[in-house]
Nanobody, 115 residues
Framework: QVRLVESGGGLVQAGGSLRLSCAASGSRFSINVMGWYRQAPGKQRELVATITSGGSTNYADSVKGRFTISRGNAKDTMYLQMNSLKPEDTAVYYC?????????WGQGTQVTVSS
């Protein structure tokens, strides 16, 4: 069973930065895609950014130029550097990985941006 552990959420003022981390373990196969999603109160979960095993990235328009997704040197780790944070970035952020055709999710980490 794939297990995902997220860390790095918290409270920050608008304009500040946070760095989220995700560590995956337990996969018998290579992870094809890693990504971050978020869900704000009363809203549907939405894509933030993804990165493939080859390093290709994809971002939601709302975070382009402010957020950077990357994979770490350690196997199956991923980061989300979030700069110039806005109150509308407030949400629970979830780590997600795809192994072959199955997707796995972390428990989520809260990010709160105060105005």
């Amino acid at each position: 069973q794939v297990r995902l552990v997220e860390s790095g959420g918290g409270l920050v003022q608008a304009g500040g930065s946070l760095r989220l981390s995700c560590a995956a373990s337990g996969s018998r196969f290579s992870i094809n895609v890693m990504g971050w999603y978020r869900q704000a109160p009363g809203k549907q979960r939405e894509l933030v950014a993804t990165i493939t095993s080859g390093g290709s990235t994809n971002y939601a328009d709302s975070v382009k130029g402010r957020f950077t997704i990357s994979r770490g040197n350690a196997k199956d780790t991923m980061y989300l550097q979030m700069n110039s944070l806005k109150p509308e970035d407030t949400a629970v952020y979830y780590c997600m990985v795809i192994v072959i055709t199955a997707d796995y999710w972390g428990q989520g980490t809260q990010v709160t941006v105060s105005s």
